[in-house]
């Protein structure tokens, strides 16, 4: 089972707002609404931002925000700020071999 | 505050051993599953096994089925991860995690280093 597909690199001005896109087939993101987004800064253990499609843990900005459209699931983060530069990671469900497959890895850039 | 904490890890050689444990804390260890992440250098994150609570399923990444064994004591609330018959290709930092799909407690992560 090949990762699901994450452009390598995103970039924003701070306050701008950008999306991640996160492709996979009908094996997954196309079939389920278990599709979940992590952010991970360097050199630390991800963090955990969407869950089930579009779901906050607490705790969790509401600038961060998910959706789904066939195939392809979507992370959001309006009113981009500095700490918000870091890899961005999906994830999601499978019936392939491999039961959970995460996403290539999106770098996000403050400019 | 819910927390876990893993140990052991280190350098190993190609077609050696090694058991990962974690620590769970702050939290009912009993009513989650568990999982094993890892990420390899300048890589990316892939799942390698999922255990539930009573340990009557266990899911692993093809690669490692076979060779790496996914466990759990809820009596100490500790997760293991049995590696077997290493490979190059295994080195990575190894993270459990709370969840079977997605995890929202993550421990601090320890380095396989397996290389002769």
């Known amino acids: 089972q090949s990762a699901l597909t994450q452009p390598a690199s995103v970039s924003g001005s701070p306050g701008q707002s950008i999306t991640i896109s996160c492709t996979g087939s009908s094996s997954d993101i196309g079939s389920y609404n278990y599709v979940s987004w992590y952010q991970q800064h360097p050199g630390k253990a991800p963090k955990l931002l969407i869950y089930?499609?579009?779901n906050r843990p607490s705790g969790i900005s509401n600038r961060f925000s998910g959706s789904k459209s066939g195939n392809t699931a979507s992370l959001t983060i309006s009113g981009l700020q500095a700490e918000d530069g870091a890899d961005y990671y999906c994830n999601s469900y499978s019936t392939s071999s491999t039961r959970y497959v995460f996403g290539t890895g999106t770098q996000v850039t403050v400019l | 505050e819910e927390q876990l904490v893993e140990s052991g890890g280190g350098l190993v050689p190609p077609g050696g051993s090694l058991r990962l444990s974690c620590a769970a804390s702050g939290f009912t260890f009993t009513s989650h599953w568990m999982s094993w992440l890892r990420q390899a250098p300048e890589k990316g994150l892939e799942w390698v096994a999922t255990?539930?609570?009573?340990?009557?399923?266990?899911y692993y990444l093809d690669s490692v089925k076979g060779r790496f064994t996914i466990s759990r004591d809820n009596a100490k609330n500790l997760l293991y991860l049995q590696m077997n018959s290493l490979r190059v290709e295994d080195t990575a930092v190894y993270y459990c995690?709370?969840?079977?799909?997605?995890?929202?407690?993550w421990g601090q992560g320890r380095l396989v280093t397996v290389s002769s």
């Open positions: 255990i539930k609570q009573d340990e009557r399923e266990k």
């Open positions: 995690a709370r969840g079977a799909g997605w995890y929202n407690y």
């Open positions: 089930d499609v579009n």
